[in-house]
């Protein structure tokens, strides 16, 4: 986990942007805990954070997620029955310092963050709900996506 933590600080910044980057990426690297994240039937029936409802007035939402464990942790955030692709989520993979943040040894002025900040954007037909799951290792954050 480290090796790959320090090659995605010196490779994209430890951040893909993009659900296509994220795919092109991830083809053959991703970890068995984040392909159980993608099981629609699975994820659906767990408990969800809440619902982010996106209308006229309301095209993006941005959801946090902090790391409570003592260790890197990398995370994935998938979109998933969203067939006509409407909603994108911005930030889909990225690492998370350890519980309190990490000194950066570099730059003391630019310390590690334990927590992340993941945009959720609408575009598109409305009547679409899907579901946002948001998980490192240890934990998952799910929100039900909705556009009224």
Known sequence: MGQQFAESLYGSGGIVESCSELEEELEEDLPKWAM???????QSVKPVMTTLTF?????????SIKNDERSWERYFAFVLNDDRRVFRVSLVTGSLAPRGGASNVCDESKPYSDSAAISVEFSGERGVDALLVVGTEAEVWRYRLSSA
């Open 36 to 42: 159980r994240l993608q099981n629609f039937l699975d």
């Open 55 to 63: 209308d006229c007035e309301t095209s993006t939402h941005v959801i």
